[in-house]
């Protein structure tokens, strides 16, 4: 192989010059090695017919390019980055091979013969400079159990996909360690500041401290030489890792080494008791803000040098101690200059989510006086949930600051099928439009992965696409690469995906909270105060502290933005589909996504009949609803356990795997199971993060509803009122705890033929999917919680009474 290899210094003409500096750190052959390496390992023995080629970047904006070029038999890749290069092969592979990798998979297939691309090539260069990727909270979501087989394929999927910006906040619990102990703290002081394995993020960004621990040193350790990996690997490709920096959230025991420091004690982010909530932030004035600040980078810079680019959040989700502007204004001038102490090239990437999550503090005065803190482009505002809820059109393009069009999409790692389509396709394109638009890239920030591929592999796509696509077109481009070969039951399956499930246009976020198998049961479709709004109606609050941001109500109803039955219609295409496709593994696991989707949507009946024969006192009717629930659900616990994507089992392997002793797996293995339940001691953030999971639904979510039915059974019977009080206390005490303290073992790998149980089901609920009940969802879910309360069950009261033989009959 011929390689070129040709050095030209950018041009320094980029329209935020604070950011020139913002480069890959390693060579163009080192970026050329790794993106040899990458295709290796993807393609293995085909990876011969690919070459590739890094040449300097000579665009004035620093926007990476691509050039391709084949004969049949070889491939050439000629790009400004390991990052671009990697790209163009993907392009390469989707575009020309009809191939696609994904977390889920890949459908590598490539014909003996190549695609030809005569000379001068194919040549593609990214809309902007650059491409973030994760949010603050997906390490803890989605990473945690990762060992170094894990992140090398992922990181060879962030490079094959553009990210050349990415999260990097493995290990730093190391550094802060050696920062605190040369000031004197102990190490319990430290276990107590350190959250568990599971729930770092949150310990990181001050908003609880402690709970999961106390953390392991051998997790630290080992965290630290996964970090030197992970780093090494993208600094190879060309990508320039963010780093963590100082946002001033301390250990409480500081006080004891600083007797007469000025710290505030931040209000109770997730309601939890005074053992892990309300942290201490440091004074922005206090000089011991800067010093720390400056002793971590240095440190920090020291173990793993750096790139300049530092995330911190000092509000995540609580106000400042104080909405005068000129206090908010020092507080982004000392986050800042503690970065710039130890780095004066320092760049600060924040997360614009406070802005969107509480507009009643964050007021324009507020959001301008942060912004404007420090000099234009020395930081960057990733507009974290653009597709929904974007900030840039009402802050002037924040203020003048760099900011990037991020997807969020997923809250807690949920799994529901949901997506906002026309906003992806077009959001970024339009916002490049906006007046005095600053926008300078593209990101994805979801709080977990592993979910609605589609959308990712959509929104990934913005950051070299010419225009908004034809979204018709590209899903049936996506389904053929993803399973191989044109099918005209996948291609319908996947039109209608589209115009249903991925096309919600009500501002509904894939939270998971209105899904009626992994909630809590309630006897009512009441309101509900959501998790991030620091309470919680149904608990007793007075053993904590009161909150001081303001609540709102969410109501807890089924947000059903589309007609149900196009959804069963595209489940039951996938079920046609699966006698010549059943052999693909990402065909398998779609099926089973769609089926879980569909019962999951299939269950509000069975609930609503639920809780109208209570109230109707039916003792016949509540039996029958409510064996169809209990059935339905041991049935999606027989569907997800057929397909390796759903297993609670491999979450709880990985888990274990990371201890070293019997008492740190175990350790492992409670923050495994809290974290996908409870999310705290009783539940503060309860099925915040729930996950559609063989295994929890046979020991968690069918033995609540259970235990639910029973109890109203029971009251039915007796002529008694359901205390609710004393329900959730049951399910706590006797179903929920113990299921995190539980050691049973939980299988790992599959059981069963997914396409068997997903067609077999399809025909046991084909007679319920029929019923005009759905017809009427998605207008009874769109005009709110009282109203659909009264119509869905005076619907349920008029069907059993009038025409009960025949309805029992299509049930």
């Known amino acids: 192989m011929i390689l070129f290899i040709i050095l030209v210094t950018g041009v320094s003409a980029s329209v935020f010059p604070n950011l020139d500096h913002i480069r890959p750190s390693v060579s163009l052959k080192d970026q050329r090695q790794a993106a040899q390496d990458l295709i290796g390992r993807v393609l293995g023995q085909r990876s011969s017919s690919f070459q ?113 910006l990415p999260l990097a906040f493995t290990g730093q619990e190391a550094i802060f360690q050696r920062v605190y102990r040369k000031m004197g703290f102990t190490d319990t002081e430290l276990q107590q500041h350190f959250g568990g394995p599971a729930f770092l993020a949150w310990a990181r960004m001050g908003n609880m401290q402690g709970w999961g621990g106390p953390l392991p040193q051998s997790w630290i350790d080992d965290q630290l030489a996964l970090q030197h990996k992970i780093l090494s690997r993208m600094r190879d490709l060309g990508m320039i890792p963010v780093l963590p920096g100082f946002a001033g959230h301390v250990p409480m025991s500081i006080t004891r080494l600083y007797p007469k420091v000025k710290v505030s004690r931040l209000s109770d982010w997730g309601h939890f008791n005074q053992t892990y909530c309300c942290t201490f932030l440091l004074d922005f004035n206090e000089p011991l803000f800067k010093k720390i600040g400056k002793a971590f980078i240095e440190e920090m810079q020291s173990e793993f040098g750096v790139d300049h680019v530092y995330n911190a959040d000092s509000f995540n989700e609580m106000d400042p101690s104080s909405s005068d502007t000129a206090y908010i204004k020092s507080a982004g001038q000392s986050v800042y200059s503690a970065m710039t102490a130890a780095d004066p090239q320092a760049v600060w990437l924040m997360q614009g989510w406070l802005f969107s999550h509480n507009t009643e503090f964050w007021k324009p005065a507020q959001v301008k006086a942060l912004l404007t803190s420090i000099p234009k482009g020395r930081m960057i505002v990733l507009d974290l949930f653009a597709e929904v809820r974007p ?150 609050h007075s053993k904590y502290v009161i909150p001081t941001s303001r609540p709102s109500l969410k109501p807890h109803i089924p947000d059903i933005w589309y007609d149900p039955q196009q959804l069963y219609t595209a489940w039951g295409h996938m079920v046609k589909a699966s006698s010549k496709l059943g052999s693909s593994t990402l065909f398998r696991y779609d099926l089973v996504d769609i089926a879980r989707n569909s019962l999951q949507v299939i269950s509000t009946k069975f609930y609503t009949e639920m809780i109208a024969a209570y109230k109707n006192k039916d003792m016949a009717m ?58 705290g001691p009783t539940g503060e953030i309860r099925d915040y993060a729930a996950k559609q999971w063989s295994g929890l639904f046979s020991g968690y979510y069918t033995k609540r509803w259970q235990s639910f039915l029973t109890s109203l059974l029971q009251c039915v019977e007796k002529g008694e009122k359901f205390n609710h009080k004393k329900f959730e206390m049951m399910v706590l005490e006797t179903i929920e705890q113990p299921f995190t303290f539980s050691r049973e073992a939980v299988p790992d790998t599959p059981k069963g033929d997914s396409v068997q149980i997903a067609s077999s089901l399809y025909q046991k609920y084909l007679p319920t999917m029929q019923s005009d009940f759905y017809r009427h969802l998605k207008s009874w879910s769109s005009q709110g919680l009282k109203k659909y309360t009264a119509v869905s069950q005076e619907w349920v009261k008029t069907k059993w009474k009038i025409d009960r033989a025949t309805f029992h009959d299509m049930l």
């Open 622 to 679: 509540l039996k029958s609803a409510g064996s169809d629930l209990i059935e339905l659900l041991e049935d999606l616990e027989m569907l997800l356990a057929s397909d390796k994507h759903f297993l609670l089992g491999t979450w709880i392997r990985d888990a274990r795997n990371r201890g070293h002793t019997v008492a740190e797996k175990n350790l492992m293995e409670y923050n495994a199971r809290n974290q996908v339940t409870l999310w």
């Open 52 to 164: 590739v080629v890094i040449v300097g970047n000579t665009d004035p904006e620093f926007k990476d390019t691509f050039n391709v070029i084949s004969d049949g038999n070889n491939v050439t890749i000629t790009a400004t980055s390991g990052v671009s290069a990697a790209m163009g092969f993907y392009y390469f592979l989707k575009t020309k091979c009809g191939c696609q990798f994904t977390w889920g998979g890949e459908q590598l297939y490539l014909p003996s013969s190549l695609p030809v691309i005569t000379k001068p090539g194919l040549t593609v260069k990214t809309n902007d400079r650059f491409r973030y990727y994760q949010n603050v909270c997906t390490p803890s979501y989605s990473y945690v159990w990762w060992d170094w087989s894990r992140w090398q394929r992922h990181i060879d999927w962030m490079a094959m996909n553009g990210f050349n």
């Open 391 to 540: 900030v840039y059109n009402s802050t002037h393009s924040f203020y003048g600051q760099p900011f990037i069009w991020c997807m969020l999409h997923s809250f807690g790692g949920t799994m529901e099928l949901y997506g906002v389509i026309e906003t992806v396709n077009k959001g970024p394109f339009k916002a490049r439009q906006f007046v005095d638009s600053t926008m300078i890239g593209t990101g994805l920030t979801p709080e977990g992965i592993f979910q609605n591929e589609v959308m990712y592999e959509l929104m990934n796509e913005n950051a070299i696409a010419s225009s908004p696509r034809n979204l018709t077109k590209w899903f049936s481009d996506y389904a053929r690469n993803r399973y191989g070969k044109y099918d005209v039951d996948t291609e319908k399956a996947w039109q209608l995906l589209k115009a249903t499930v991925y096309n919600c246009t009500d501002n509904h976020s894939n939270g998971g909270s209105h899904v009626i198998p992994t909630r809590r049961p309630k006897l009512s479709l009441r309101p509900e105060i959501s998790v991030y709004n620091n309470t919680d109606m149904l608990k007793d």
